[in-house]
């Protein structure tokens, strides 16, 4: 089946350290690949995203490779800040039957503390 | 642009009663739209997907009459949980689907039911 996991929280971490939060996924074909978040109170936003093997998705800073031979797509950022505090949720999309899918993994929440 | 919006952002109430929640989409048509529960510490679950004017398609383990989704138009579709129970305490969101071709799929903020 498709699934998606990822690393469990919490994570906390000092302003300007480094992230990275684990992401690994099995699909039956071939996935596009997301990471959404969620601040606090709100709903999911896309954060980026990757549609084939090698591409890298990036966005304030933040920024993931599709790797294919891994099956895995980490997030990273060089220097977080505190307000990138909020749930951070890896997720696959396939189209299968004519319908999209996408399957999110359980979510890893960061501190960023000042 | 594509921005969805959801209501009641919170809502409570009493054990046996029913509840709707509403999912707009503000700028955009949205052909299709998904629903989503969401646990605490837990991922998201889809729960149906609903198309415009055509009933929707539920996962399996969702029970249909528990959840019923209507999507009445293309702006607008409702999740409402009939004789609520405590258990059914969660955080609903719904995602939708733009109608234009383009790959728009954007989430709405979210509902936190709380079942008393």
């Known amino acids: 089946g498709n699934s998606v996991t990822q690393m469990e929280g919490p994570v906390t971490l000092s302003e300007e350290a480094f992230l990275t939060i684990n992401c690994t996924y099995t699909a039956t074909g071939y996935p596009s690949l997301f990471w959404y978040v969620q601040y606090p109170g709100e709903g999911l936003q896309l954060l980026l995203k990757a549609t084939k093997a090698d591409d890298k998705g990036s966005n304030k800073g933040f920024e993931a490779t599709y790797r294919k031979e891994t099956t895995s797509f980490h997030l990273e950022k060089g220097s977080v800040q505190v307000s990138d505090s909020a749930v951070y949720f890896c997720a696959l999309s396939l189209t299968q039957g004519g319908s999209e899918k996408l399957v999110f993994g359980k979510g890893t929440k960061l501190t960023v503390n000042p | 642009g594509a921005v969805v919006s959801q209501h009641p952002s919170w809502v409570i109430c009493k054990s046996g009663t029913s509840v709707k929640i509403e999912c707009r989409s503000l700028?955009?048509?949205?052909?299709?739209m998904f629903w989503y529960r969401q646990f605490p510490k837990q991922s998201l679950m889809l729960m149906a997907t609903?198309?415009?004017?055509?009933?929707?398609?539920?996962e399996q383990g969702v029970e249909k009459d528990k959840f019923l989704i209507n999507h009445a138009s293309l702006t607008l579709s409702t999740l409402t949980v009939t004789s609520a129970h405590p258990e059914d305490s969660s955080f609903y969101i719904c995602?939708?689907?733009?109608?234009?071709?383009?790959?728009?799929?954007?989430f709405g903020a979210g509902s936190r039911l709380t079942v008393l």
């Open positions: 700028d955009f048509q949205a052909t299709t």
């Open positions: 609903s198309n415009e004017g055509s009933k929707a398609t539920y």
């Open positions: 995602r939708c689907r733009a109608a234009s071709g383009a790959n728009v799929l954007t």
